[in-house]
């Protein structure tokens, strides 16, 4: 089972802790109280699936012999302009930097990360329609 202790601090400022021992300081912009001394919750969620599926993918990669010197995940997120506010689209574009990287190989290592692997994408499909691409950017 996973958990966290998301702990109030002052103002919007809070500390989220894992069971990993990991901690984040989670805040609010200035203009609604917050003191900006961290990212926005929902700005966590964008860091969520792009930090699940980029091990996915270099994982993969890395499997397939591929010599990667770099990737990137680029996450946009649309929110709804009603409360609750929620993400209706999220776009992952991956960006692999690296020598004779293999297009059929990035293809596959991002398609079975958001279609098997990636379990933070899949927690928010139905609730956001979530797209991706890649580029390879050769050394």
Do not use: W
């Amino acid at each position: 089972m996973s958990e966290a202790k998301v702990t109030y601090v002052d103002g919007l400022q809070f500390v989220a802790a894992a069971t990993s021992g990991h901690a984040v300081v989670m805040d609010g912009d200035i203009e609604v109280g917050g003191r900006d001394t961290g990212p926005r919750p929902m700005e966590m969620l964008l860091m969520g699936i792009g930090g699940c599926s980029g091990m996915d993918v270099i994982s993969i990669l890395k499997k397939k012999k591929q010599d990667v010197k770099g990737l990137e995940i680029n996450v946009k997120g649309d929110k709804a302009e009603n409360y609750p506010k929620k993400f209706t689209d999220i776009n992952l574009e991956f960006v692999v930097r690296g020598k004779n990287i293999s297009e059929d190989a990035v293809k596959r290592a991002v398609e079975l990360s958001m279609e098997k692997y990636c379990s933070v994408k899949a927690t928010l499909e139905g609730s956001a329609k979530i797209t991706y691409n890649y580029r390879i950017v050769g050394e």
